[in-house]
């Protein structure tokens, strides 16, 4: 059975930083390409970054080189690292295949202040 567990989010003023964790559980982990999504209140769920079994990262161009995201195949993690947030990055944010294929987590909740 598959798990998704995120971790990580917070309050956290404008021009801040976070780590979103992201622990994954039932799955051949290093054979997905994984992503990170958020979800703002009110809206839907948006693809932010994915990162393919390789390592190798891809952004939303919106995101001008705030967050990177990354991976530990040995410990099937998936990672965020937010930096210079602002608060239109506020909303939960949630982990899963790229595909958006396994039962989603329960997310982190991300509250950016002005």
């Known amino acids: 059975q598959v798990k998704l567990v995120e971790s990580g989010g917070d309050l956290v003023p404008a021009g801040g930083s976070l780590r979103l964790s992201c622990a994954a559980s039932?799955?051949?982990?290093?054979?997905?390409?994984m992503a990170w999504y958020h979800q703002a209140p009110g809206k839907g769920r948006d693809l932010v970054a994915f990162?393919?079994?390789?390592?190798?990262?891809n952004y939303e161009e919106y995101l001008n080189d705030r967050f990177r995201i990354s991976r530990d195949n040995a410990k099937n993690m998936v990672y965020l690292e937010m930096s210079d947030l602002k608060p239109e990055d506020t909303g939960v944010y949630y982990c899963?295949?790229?595909?958006?294929?396994?039962?989603w987590g329960q997310g982190t909740q991300v509250t950016v202040s002005s």
């Open positions: 899963n295949s790229f595909s958006r294929g396994y039962p």
């Open positions: 990162v393919d079994t390789h390592g190798n990262a």
């Open positions: 039932g799955m051949t982990f290093h054979l997905k390409v």
